[in-house]
């Protein structure tokens, strides 16, 4: 079984849609929780991040972390076509000597069409 | 831009060649990391590096070969890679070496092994 599991998509929607991004993971030593953006030919950029169960809010951004189901959500309101791009869940445990060593998912292709 | 950049941004090279990679940070930061991006695949992390020290190795065969020489800047060369190895190789640089530092990513150099 793999650490993280991302829906590899792709995912096409209308421009305006509530998108919902998700991954779920089995290791219960994970306690902080990132999502990456990366657009065609780039790098992945730091989205969102968050240590604690519930709910975090980033303008039209909202990451979701349900520790006791081990299921991270990414919500995108009011879509937009600059939106379209690869969504990348990352995490890991906090302490220890595990230097910045992230686990990811395999990336959700999200279009959103105008 | 990130302030990590990355050179090439494309190689192409046969089984029997011998090339290097380069990374460049312009952000201070103490710890790089190399990773590699295949397609339908996470982010697999290959090597840390803080305060140019090797920190993390993760059992990556010995065709690649890191090399830090200053925080600012880290290699990876390649020799007698297999077409397996194609793929895009991203460097990425943090403040410090914590689990939970923010990672900086460069656009990456897509590599195609003949």
């Known amino acids: 079984q793999k650490e993280v599991e991302q829906d590899p998509g792709p995912l096409s929607v209308p421009e305006g849609a509530i998108v919902s991004l998700n991954c779920t993971y089995s290791?219960?030593?994970?306690?902080?929780f990132m999502w990456y953006r990366q657009y065609s030919r780039k790098g992945p950029e730091l989205l969102m991040y968050?240590?604690?169960?519930g709910n975090k809010e980033d303008g039209r951004f909202t990451a979701q972390v349900d520790k006791s189901s081990k299921y991270i959500s990414l919500f995108i309101r009011d879509s937009q076509p600059s939106d379209s791009a690869t969504y990348l869940c990352?995490?890991?445990?906090?302490?220890?000597?595990?230097?910045?060593?992230?686990?990811f998912g395999q990336g959700t292709i999200l279009t959103v069409h105008p | 831009e990130t302030g990590v950049t990355q050179t090439p941004r494309h190689l192409v090279m046969g089984m029997t060649n011998k090339k290097s990679l380069k990374c460049e940070q312009h952000?201070?930061?103490?710890?790089m990391y190399w990773y590699k991006q295949s397609a339908k695949k996470p982010l697999e992390l290959m090597f840390v590096?803080?305060?140019?020290?090797?920190?993390e190795n993760n059992s990556v065969p010995s065709r690649f070969s890191p090399e830090c020489p200053n925080s600012s800047h880290l290699f990876l060369h390649l020799h007698t890679l297999q077409p397996e190895d194609s793929a895009l190789y991203l460097c990425?640089?943090?403040?410090?070496?914590?689990?939970?530092?923010?990672?900086?990513f460069g656009p990456g150099t897509r590599l195609l092994v003949l």
């Open positions: 968050t240590y604690s169960s």
């Open positions: 590096y803080s305060l140019e020290e090797r920190v």
């Open positions: 990352a995490m890991g445990p906090l302490g220890g000597t595990s230097y910045g060593k992230l686990t």
């Open positions: 952000l201070g930061h103490n710890a």
């Open positions: 290791n219960s030593a994970f306690q902080y």
């Open positions: 990425a640089s943090s403040q410090g070496r914590a689990q939970q530092e923010t990672q900086y």
